[in-house]
């Protein structure tokens, strides 16, 4: 049996991955994103979440490894985890009563054929209008300094989100119509990594 390895430290993709019946290894990369460098959402989602696979995949001989990054994109800037509440705040000031699109890079290594996989999920995000104080509020709580786009969808964030167009569990941190595609592309089943 295959392993299925998660190269990311996030609670959110590990859950929706249980989920749908899969205990994956949690081996977080640790990679420095700060190195790179781009201003092309989709690239820099794809690049980032195959440097986290690739980092951790010599430790493993045969397994299946995930790699994803995700940030959120409106009006041509890039955002990803806030740095801290104020940055929190200003964003979510520009998001309120506003769009914005989240994109997954998703990257599976197969190290037992060698195989890669890189595909990436676009979701469009619709956010509420919201006063200052409710943004303050929200910001307070802590969940937005944890995401991509400040905000968490399946948390408190999910009270302002108006709609959303595209792959809900993308918004999450992971695209589950996504994942089976990309296995079934390289050879496996879902159900073969059912625990």
């Given amino acids: 049996m295959v392993s299925f390895i998660l190269a990311s430290a996030?609670?959110?993709?590990?859950?929706?991955?249980?989920?749908?019946?899969?205990?994956?290894?949690?081996?977080?990369?640790?990679?420095?994103?700060?190195q790179i460098q781009?201003?092309?959402?989709?690239?820099?989602?794809?690049?980032?979440a195959q440097c986290k696979a690739?980092?951790?995949?010599?430790?493993?001989?045969?397994?299946?490894?995930?790699?994803?990054?995700s940030v959120l994109a409106i009006d041509g800037n890039i955002y990803g985890k806030p740095a801290n509440e104020k940055e929190a705040c200003d964003r979510w000031q520009q998001m309120?009563?506003?769009?914005?699109?989240?994109?997954?890079?998703?990257?599976?290594?197969?190290?037992?054929?060698?195989?890669?996989?890189?595909?990436?999920?676009?979701?469009?995000?619709?956010?509420?209008?919201?006063?200052?104080?409710?943004i303050?509020?929200?910001v307070a709580t802590g969940e937005p300094l944890k995401c991509a786009g400040s905000f968490a969808l399946e948390g408190r964030g999910g009270l302002f989100v108006e709609?959303?167009?595209?792959?809900?569990?993308?918004?999450?941190?992971?695209?589950?119509?996504?994942?089976?595609q990309m296995l079934t592309e390289m050879g496996y089943k879902v159900t073969d990594f059912w625990q």
């Avoid at 996030?10 to 700060?34: N, Y």
């Avoid at 781009?38 to 980032?48: A, D, G, Q």
């Avoid at 709609?163 to 089976?180: A, D, F, Q, Y």
């Fill in 54 to 69: 690739q980092t951790i995949a010599p430790e493993f001989t045969s397994g299946l490894i995930m790699g994803c990054d």
């Fill in 96 to 134: 309120q009563g506003h769009f914005g699109d989240l994109y997954t890079g998703h990257v599976l290594i197969d190290t037992c054929s060698h195989q890669t996989l890189v595909k990436c999920q676009i979701t469009r995000v619709y956010f509420a209008p919201m006063s200052r104080d409710t």
């Fill in 163 to 180: 709609k959303i167009e595209g792959c809900h569990s993308n918004v999450i941190g992971l695209s589950l119509p996504l994942l089976r």
């Fill in 38 to 48: 781009l201003s092309n959402p989709e690239e820099l989602v794809n690049t980032l």
């Fill in 136 to 138: 303050q509020a929200y």
């Fill in 10 to 34: 996030s609670p959110a993709r590990r859950r929706l991955l249980q989920m749908v019946g899969i205990e994956p290894i949690v081996r977080p990369s640790d990679f420095d994103e700060s």
